[in-house]
């Protein structure tokens, strides 16, 4: 099974492509499956991205009828922060078709964690370890979550030589997250933009993981484009099957369906 699960399109506020120009790569590329799971933020309250989910649902079933090799989902990424920030996503999908949900976090503090103001006056130590606590404190906002995002989202612009967000950054508060990721069924997401052009990171994340309970991880490329559709999937898939990592997941209306790794 090949899978991006994280896909971005001119639907977010962020995006650089159309959906169909997503589909088409994906189609070129080989993929046997995408999830397009555009921006959902209230993180930044006023500043708010909210998607046309109708007109894109429309789009879709129009993609669907033109791309009838490739299994087309519906999906959102929704900003992590407090219960309140949770709500206000929660309210804004009420109504909609939806076969996924990432939780991530892009904020900080009301600051945005890759911007170069949040990493001033901290160590590396200090900007990574807060990152995850705020995972860990924003993370049972959202029960509707079906996968954690780039878990590593600090590290993608970080000033750093060595960029790499490792479990000892932050041991406790990991297996703090493991736990409830692993208790409610939910999933890690294997995000291939954090590490740029690096080599891969993360083995020693999904391994505690899967020793924890991890069951299935989702691989998403966070393109916001159509160029890197589907980047560095093998090297993610090699990485899951590294940690012990059993299943790859993709999803329908919510439910995950299990692809042996």
């Given at each position: ?118 990493y001033e006056g901290k160590s590396q130590q200090e900007a ?24 590593d989202f600090v590290a993608k612009y970080a000033p750093y ?101």
């Open positions: 099974m090949y899978a991006d699960y994280h896909m971005h399109t001119f639907f977010s506020f962020d995006g650089e492509a159309s959906a169909e120009q997503s589909a088409l790569s994906a189609m070129n590329k080989g993929l046997d499956e995408i999830c397009f799971t555009d921006h959902l933020d209230f993180d930044l309250h006023p500043v708010v991205h909210l998607p046309d989910f109708s007109a894109r649902a429309e789009e879709i079933r129009r993609l669907r009828a033109l791309f009838p090799g490739l299994t087309i989902r519906l999906g959102a990424e929704v900003s992590l922060r407090d219960p309140l920030c949770a709500q206000q996503a929660r309210e804004a999908m009420a109504g909609h078709e939806f076969d996924f949900i990432i939780g991530s976090v892009h904020t900080v503090d009301g600051i945005s964690a890759w911007a170069d103001a949040y990574y370890q807060l990152y995850v606590e705020t995972i860990w404190r924003a993370l049972p906002t959202l029960p509707e979550m079906n996968v954690l995002g780039h878990f030589p060595d960029r790499a967000l490792r479990l000892s950054h932050a041991p406790e508060i990991f297996d703090l997250i493991f736990r409830q990721l692993a208790e409610e069924g939910k999933a890690m997401e294997i995000n291939t933009a954090s590490w740029q052009q690096d080599a891969p990171w993360g083995l020693d994340i999904f391994t505690r993981f899967r020793q924890l309970g991890g069951q299935f991880v989702t691989i998403g490329s966070d393109t916001h484009g159509y160029e890197r559709v589907g980047a560095r999937f093998q090297e993610a898939l090699a990485l899951a099957q590294a940690a012990g990592i059993p299943w790859l997941a993709t999803f329908s209306g919510g439910n995950p369906i299990y692809h042996r790794i």
